[in-house]
């Protein structure tokens, strides 16, 4: 494996490569690895000549008030990691390196923001889409790797893609939880040992609702005071949102119907936890 920490020479690598005809997959990552991003890779590994692991922690995606410093971080566990996992590169820019001057240019989101983590977190998605576009021209992967656990992400990158004709194959893998259902989040580590005992519960509260949803209840109402009342009752955590939504659209519907994704944010003292289930009925 080879870590690569410049702009210039992860492109000529990559140029190279291409010439001999290789797919490349990508997984771009904000580090702190854990069993999702190792199943991103996993899937990567499978599909392409070449896996291009991305880890850099995007500061244009943090708020003011966000976690970026204190975003979990561990290079030397993370490359181990990644070369356990046969990744060919793994990509580790400095912030300096990915923005050398004030940016003349930023992405600009304009559908699917205004509701889920897009409104609790202002300028977030324009953030994810720039570094995206970023990495997506310095990696140039057949196909890229994302997560559902970030389903709006999912949806903004396809966007992004189909926008601005990106000739990248996305591919979206579902979420990676805990034992105990908690979806896992490099975020987890920062839970203290009380929040940790309650945040399965969010998961839990997703998978009581399903059980409503089979039994008949179509009520988006109806089913996100399930899920609050849950929340409150066996959670300290202060719920940001708890919202049903047409997906991968994002608009609001009354009664569910096709496929839908039911996404909640909870806050627990300094961690804010998303989760989210995608049905089809
Ligand atoms: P992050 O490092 O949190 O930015 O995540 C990098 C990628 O891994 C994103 O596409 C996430 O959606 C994905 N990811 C994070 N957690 C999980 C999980 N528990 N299951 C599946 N994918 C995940």
Known sequence: MKVITSVKDMQAEIIQQKILGKSIGFVPTMGFLHEGHLTLIKNARKENDLVVLSIFVNPLQFGPKEDFSTYPRDFERDRALAESEQVDYLFYPAVDEMYPNVPSIKVTVQERTDV????SRPGHFDGVAT???????????????????DAQQVAVIEGLVSDLNFPIQLVAVDIVREKDGLAKSSRNVNLS???RKQAPVLYKSLCAAKKAIENGERDSVKLTSLIQEMIIAQTSGEID???????PQLQPIEKIEGRFIIALAVKFKNVRLI???????
């Open 131 to 149: 570094v995206v576009t970023k990495l997506f021209n310095i990696v140039m992967p057949t196909r890229a790797y994302f997560g559902k656990k």
């Open 193 to 195: 040992s009380e929040d």
């Open 241 to 247: 949102y708890v919202e049903i939504f047409s997906y």
């Open 275 to 281: 989760d989210n289930l995608i049905m089809d009925i």
């Open 116 to 119: 889920l983590c897009g409104k």
